[in-house]
Nanobody, 125 residues
Framework: QVQLVESGGGLVQAGGSLRLSCAAS????????MGWFRQAPGKEREFVAA????????YYTDSVKGRFTISRDNAKNTVYLQMNSLKPEDTAVYYC??????????????????WGQGTQVTVSS
């Protein structure tokens, strides 16, 4: 079992930056694929970014490419999402997720095995 705890959300003006963190505990998570998803009010949860177990591969949804960066520090069992040039449409609850199968990066929520409780990100215009 893996426990995931997100932090770093908050209120920011459009054009600003935030860095989300996801701390993992429990069974070894350094071999897991890690992902970030988000859910805006009235919308389905959507994929944001994913990173391979060794950090060498990353993948982003088109709407955040060039603005968001996913990274991980396996020594600290922590995954990060650096979000720059934030837009009001980035407003959502952001969730961290872990996938046991390291063979490929998943972009669908059913491909992930563990989830955090989420952290709210609000971008004002």
């Amino acid at each position: 079992q893996v426990q995931l705890v997100e932090s770093g959300g908050g209120l920011v003006q459009a054009g600003g930056s935030l860095r989300l963190s996801c701390a993992a505990s429990g069974r070894t998570s350094s071999s897991y694929v890690m992902g970030w998803f988000r859910q805006a009010p009235g919308k389905e949860r959507e994929f944001v970014a994913a990173i391979s177990w060794n950090g060498r591969s990353t993948y982003y949804t088109d709407s955040v490419k060039g603005r968001f960066t996913i990274s991980r520090d396996n020594a600290k069992n922590t995954v990060y999402l650096q979000m720059n040039s934030l837009k009001p449409e980035d407003t959502a609850v952001y969730y961290c997720a872990a996938r046991r199968d390291p063979r490929y990066l998943g972009t669908q929520d059913f491909e992930y095995d563990y989830w955090g409780q989420g952290t709210q990100v609000t971008v004002s215009s």
